[in-house]
């Protein structure tokens, strides 16, 4: 047998690899130090985190600031409502923008493109916080779960993103044979073109969870039910409450200013892990999902 010849790569070639692995070697270490920073504080005692003395591993270890993080009450309520602000409000609005994108996919839907253009007048212009404040009251939204569901469901990027893989993923032919044995469009949607849609419907869905777990303005503008409230603004209360500027005995300010410091780092690791766990089982399917349809065979 044979052995294939291997190509010796040019100067040229090896020196322009060698320039790329420095630089996702210095962009991994700008991005991990840190992280490691962030995780080793968080398991650090007060007086090291106050005083500068944390770089990449913990100094005299302590779980005081998980203590103090998981002790309150409020941040179970938070974690419930987030998770629930998240998978209702991923659920919505990945169904909202497949429904919206797919029709202005299909070449013969009339009026595809006017309707196309104004949805993307609507990411360049839009009403404003008062008048979409306004839109809610008079929906008797506020003060609900729907507030944090309803009003930005659809994002265009992501329909963007969908109506794009659904023109150059998803031929035209599959859809006449389709038509041709009498399935319906909603039949066709649902049992061709969804399964046929999986990289792209991560994407999106990933988009919309990351967004609505982080997202915590407009639960301060239209919540003040604190029952209702998801994790960001809870946490980001439990920060101000343990603002040391409000304290007038010195010791009690010390100690409140070194436990705010700690409790920085412990509420990023706490808010931080729900996302770290669902992203591996959709890594796979982002990098195919973004990409699809950039490039025409």
């Avoid at 790569?9 to 991994?28: E, N, P, Q």
């Avoid at 203590?67 to 974690?79: D, F, H, K």
């Avoid at 200013?257 to 700690?262: E, I, N, R, T």
Wanted: proline share 5%; with cysteine.
């Amino acid at each position: 047998m044979v052995k294939p010849t291997r190509i010796k790569d040019t100067l040229v070639d090896r020196c322009f690899m060698i320039a790329v692995y420095l630089l996702l070697t210095v962009g991994l270490i700008v991005i991990l130090v840190p992280l490691v920073h962030i995780v080793a504080s968080s398991f650090s005692s007060p007086a090291a985190v106050s005083s500068g003395h944390v770089l990449l591993w913990p100094v005299d270890f302590s779980l005081r600031g998980y203590e103090a993080v998981l002790s309150n009450p409020q941040i179970l309520t938070g974690y419930g409502n987030s998770l629930f602000y998240t998978v209702a409000g991923t659920v919505i609005s990945t169904s909202l923008t497949i429904a919206i994108a797919y029709p202005l996919s299909r070449p013969g839907f009339r009026g595809r493109n006017v309707i196309m253009a104004l949805v993307l007048i609507t990411m360049l212009f839009s009403g404003g916080l008062i008048p979409t404040y306004l839109v809610v009251q008079q929906l008797g939204l506020l003060d609900t779960r729907w507030a944090l569901l309803l009003p930005n469901a659809i994002a265009v990027w992501q329909v963007i993103i969908a109506r794009t893989y659904f023109r150059s993923a998803i031929p035209e032919g599959l859809a006449e044979a389709a038509e041709l044995d009498g399935s319906s469009d909603l039949r066709f949607l649902w049992s061709v073109v969804l399964p046929l849609s999986k990289p792209m419907i991560a994407v999106i869905a990933l988009m919309y969870a990351i967004g609505q777990w982080n997202a915590y303005f407009d639960a301060l503008i239209y919540l003040k039910d604190s029952s209702l409230q998801p994790l960001q603004l809870v946490l980001r209360n439990i920060l101000i409450l343990n603002n040391p500027a409000t304290m007038t005995d010195v010791a009690m300010q010390a100690d409140r200013k070194q436990l705010s410091d700690l409790l920085k780092y412990s509420l990023i690791v706490v808010a931080s892990v729900p996302v770290l766990v669902i992203y591996p089982f959709v890594a796979r399917y982002f990098t195919k999902g973004v990409l699809i349809g950039a490039i025409k065979g």
